[in-house]
């Protein structure tokens, strides 16, 4: 008994294949799922995040382990410590977030990079005119075999962008740390001058209570007197701007450090630098560890890796197919095969595209370089200078100011008074130590800076973290 399997297939086989692919189509694709937007539950999560002490203390842990400096413990009894701070910032900073966040992007990229195409399924249908013309019809399904290689190495060049985006938050962590330095040193200088200027304040009305009473019996003149009252008015004018930069300067240290401005916290003052080490060539230290020329060579590596795969596209992928079709009621099996010939285009334009950006990233790491030594050496100087002025306010100008005060003190207690003396002992004290503090300043952030561009003597990683607030996370093994 001869019995065809054509009938069958067409029967039976033929929409069973339809309704797998069909099913293929649709099983292999994501749903899409709406997040809006909650502001107001961002604002209660900002307003309660010194609240969230466990996984501060879980993070402090994972920075510990990973050989990053930190405090021992994390205790906000005391009040906040920069090391504390900039725990902290490492945590909530919200240039870290875009750019661990970024990263994530990178990291999707890679982990989806090298995948083959999906396959094509076509069918072609042909209905003939004449009364007696039948139904034409052709199913087919194609399949791209990546025999070139570009796959791995569009693999390749997903972890080398991804790599560099790792090298910027790094560059980004570091820079936070100096600026979280920095910014705490500048709320400090705000707040002492704040203290300075009120202890002036005291000392000129104490100088306006003797001024009345030396006016009162004819011994001070009334113009001598108002000079006093001036001076007294200029000054609380100036405190109150003081105040402000003071308020301005803590609201800015709280910013970096993710917090909200309206806070209920004691900040600990400090004048304290980034680890600060001597190395015989400075230059080499440049190349060795600065965070930023480690992003360039990362985009260095990420524009060789492109051109790679320009290069490789050029070569081309054979593309195989086959299915079932109908004529004249014939059924037939199809089968084909296609395979580009690069002989016109052969992917000239992205090649010579990836070469020029090959150029371009290597002129960005030598021009980086090239800067990043001129900062150098104008930060060193910059140390020095503000060392020799320090010494000059230190051990001449201010004790010889804090003398002249004492002995004007004296001459008050045994009846001697000269106020317009007094008065101007008071205000070049305090434009001195004033200028000290300035000086201070400006000597941690030449000091910062420099420790910034020579980079850190720490592991090559991010900081371990692991925010589900954040939806993100970026540790060591994400590395390639």
Known sequence: MNISIFPLFRRVVRPCVVAAVAGGLLGGCQNYERAPLDLSSHRSAIETRLDAAEPIGAFLDRLIESGTNAPSRFDLSDGLSVTEGEVLALFYNADLRMARLHAGVALADFETAGLWEDPEFGFDGAEILSPSGPFESGFTLSLTIPVSGRLAVAKDRAGAAYEAELRRIIDAEWATRARIRSAWGAWTVADARVCLLSEVIEQFERIGTITDRLEAAGELTRVEARLVRAELLETRGVLAQAEFAAIQARVNLLG?????????????????????????????????????????????????????????????????????????????????????????????????????????????AEITFEQLARDLATTNAAIQASRSQLEAFETLLVPMLDEQFREVEQLIDIGEVNTLILLETVSRRFEARSQLLDLRLAELNAIIERARLLGPDQPKSPAPIENATDDTSITEENSR
């Open 256 to 364: 970096l450090l993710g917090l909200s401005p309206s806070v209920d916290i004691s900040l600990l003052p400090s004048l304290q630098a980034l680890e600060s080490i001597e190395f015989a060539d400075e230059l080499q230290r440049l190349v060795e560890a600065n965070t930023l020329l480690a992003v360039r060579r990362a985009e260095y590596q990420t524009a060789e890796e492109t051109l790679r795969l320009e290069i490789r596209k050029q070569y081309p992928d054979i593309t195989i197919g086959g299915g079932y079709g109908s004529e004249d009621n014939d059924d037939r099996l199809l089968l084909g095969l296609s395979i580009p010939i690069p002989i016109l285009n052969a992917n000239r334009a992205g090649i010579a595209e990836a070469r020029a950006q090959r150029k371009v990233a290597l002129a960005a």
